[in-house]
C-alpha cells in the first residue's frame, strides 16, 4: 500500500513537469521566436500578436512550477535536497531568468523610446531561452547520473554541464520552439491587429508561424535523436527504459504526435494540432520519467527510498486532489475565455474578431 502511494505521488510530480513543459513551454516557444524576429522594427505585427497571445495566460502557466516543487519538497525531500545541492547554479540562473522575462514583458509594453524598447525586447527574449535551458539541462543531469542522494558526486561544473544536460537543453529549445510556433498558428488564424496596423495581412501571419512550425517539429524529433544516443553512452539503463521498457509506448507517442503536427501543417489542415502538439511535448517528459523508473535518480535513489513517511504522501495526495479541483476548472476557464477572445477590454482596438475566429 505505502509503495503504491509513493507512486502515485511520483506520478503526480512527474504529470506536473510535464504540464509546466507543455503550457509553459509555449510561452518560452513564443519568446524564443520575438528574440529570432531581430530587432524591435521588425515584422512589428508578428511581435503584437505574440505579446496579444501571451498577456493573458503567461503568468498562470508558472502555477505548475510551483506545484511540481512543492510536490518534489514534501514527497520527496531527500530528492530534492539532493537535486538543488548538486544544481543550484542552473535552478539560480532559469529563477532569474524568469524574473527578467516577466519584467522585460511587461516594461517593453510601455517603453516609450526605442533604445529602451530594444533592451526590453531582448532582455525579455533571451530570458526566455535561458529559463527552459536550464531546467532541462536539470532534468539532463539527473539522467545522467551525475547527481547522488544527499548531495553532489562530481564537481558542481560536471554536474550542472556536461553532454547530456546540454542535450536535454537544447531539446527543451526545440521543443518549446514548437509548441510556441504551432500555438501562434492557432492565435494567428482568429487575430484581427488594432487598427492602423502596420502592413501584414492576416493569412501571412499564418503562414509564418506555420513555416516555422514544421521546421520545429522535425528539429525536435531529430535533437531528441540525438539527445538519446548522447543518454545513451552516460545511463545506458535509463534509454533502455525509454526504447524498451515502460518508456517505450510515450517515446512512440511523442514522435508520432510531433510528426504528425508537422505534417498537419505542411499541408495546411487546422485540426486537431495544438492536442497533439501538446501530447507530443507532454510524452517526450513522461519517456523520460517512465525510462528512468523505480528511479528518481537512476541508480542511486529510488521512489520508495526518497518518498517522505507514509502520512506525508497521503496527505500530498489529499492536497493534490483539493488544488486540482480549485484550480484546474479556473485555468481551463481562462483558457476558454482567451480562446473566445473575451478578455479583450473595450478599447483593446479590436484585437478580435467578433466570432473569435
Known sequence: MTAAVDDLVAGVLLLAVAVYSTAGGTDYGAGIWDLLIGGPRRHPRVRALIDHAMAPVWEANNVWLVFAAVVAWTGFPILFQSVFLSLYPLF?????????????????????????????????????????????????????????????????????????????????????????????????????????????????????????????????????????????????????????????????????????VAVLMWRRVYLWFRVLTVVGVGSFVFAWGFGQSPYLLPGRLTIEQAAGAPTVQLTVLVITLVALVLVVPSLALLYVLDQRNDLESPDDGGGASPTGR
Not at 108 to 123: E, Q, S
Not at 135 to 158: E, K, N
Not at 163 to 181: D, E, I, Q, R
Request: charged share 10%.
Open 92 to 260: 539560480t540562473l532559469a529563477l532569474l531568468a524568469l524574473i527578467l522575462r516577466g519584467a522585460f514583458f511587461a516594461f517593453r509594453k510601455v517603453a516609450a523610446a526605442g533604445r529602451a524598447h530594444m533592451v526590453a525586447t531582448l532582455v525579455f527574449g533571451a530570458a526566455s531561452v535561458l529559463a527552459p535551458f536550464c531546467f532541462a539541462a536539470a532534468l539532463g543531469a539527473v539522467a545522467s547520473g551525475r547527481v547522488g542522494a544527499g548531495g553532489p558526486v562530481v564537481p558542481l561544473w560536471q554536474a550542472c554541464l556536461n553532454p547530456t544536460s546540454v542535450m536535454f537543453g537544447v531539446v527543451a529549445l526545440a521543443a518549446t520552439a514548437f509548441s510556441g510556433a504551432s500555438f501562434l498558428v492557432g492565435d494567428a488564424r482568429r487575430y484581427v491587429p488594432p487598427s492602423p496596423a502596420p502592413p501584414m495581412p492576416r493569412e501571412d501571419l499564418v503562414e509564418y508561424f506555420r513555416r516555422r512550425a514544421v521546421a520545429a517539429a522535425l528539429a525536435t524529433v531529430v535533437v531528441g535523436g540525438v539527445a538519446l544516443a548522447v543518454l545513451g553512452a552516460e545511463s545506458p539503463a535509463v534509454v533502455r527504459g525509454m526504447v524498451a521498457g515502460p518508456g517505450l509506448p510515450f517515446a512512440i507517442v511523442a514522435v508520432v504526435a510531433t510528426l504528425a
